[in-house]
């Protein structure tokens, strides 16, 4: 087998008595890397400092995805203004928070015959918020249910901390 050090050295082919002496010596741990290349290449390492390094690379590599949730408001075909307005306040809050939306309407019984009047309560939800979002998705109908997906234009608002010592703004 190919034997390389923990240095990254490559210390030749050697035999597998010969290389686990040499990893006896260094008290380190000989780890096969390439089994199936000729002849197999294998690695004198510390095995747990080896271990708990790939698993801080990982930890770290899953802290830095963004990971996008998708929020999600119900409508009704009949919803009243007040309540539209009230709907829409949450939907924009999501959106400032830098989350996707899906909007959706939900149709019961002989509503499914009017499904325009839902295309238009999504499309005065898409025009009301065409500042801070993008559709991403027109409007589908899905079962007896018709969506629209919203996507922020811009990053979430994050409040920067006041500097100590600094007056508080009225």
């Known amino acids: 087998m190919r034997l ?13 008595d010969t290389a686990k002496r040499i990893a006896a010596e260094k008290g380190l741990d000989l780890v096969e890397f390439a089994p199936q290349a000729q002849p197999p290449v ?7 400092k080896y271990k708990f390094e790939t698993i801080k690379k990982e930890k770290d ?10 929020k999600e408001m119900k409508l009704r075909p009949k919803v009243a203004e007040h309540d539209f307005q009230t709907k829409f306040k949450g939907v924009k809050h999501f959106l400032e928070q830098g989350e996707k939306v899906k909007v959706t309407i939900m149709f019961r019984g002989r509503e499914m015959v009017h ?7 999504l499309d005065r939800v898409a025009d009301a918020a065409k500042d801070i979002a993008v559709v991403e998705r027109a409007p589908i109908m899905e ?4 969506f629209l997906i919203l996507a922020p234009t811009s990053k979430p608002a994050t409040k920067e901390p006041e500097p100590e010592g600094a007056p508080a703004s009225a």
């Open 115 to 121: 499904q325009e009047i839902g295309r238009r309560i």
């Open 4 to 16: 390389i050090d923990d240095q990254g050295n490559q210390l030749g082919v050697l035999g597998l």
């Open 42 to 48: 294998a690695r004198l390492i510390d095995y747990g």
């Open 61 to 70: 590599q899953r802290r830095r995805q963004n990971v996008i949730k998708l």
């Open 143 to 146: 079962g007896r249910n018709l």
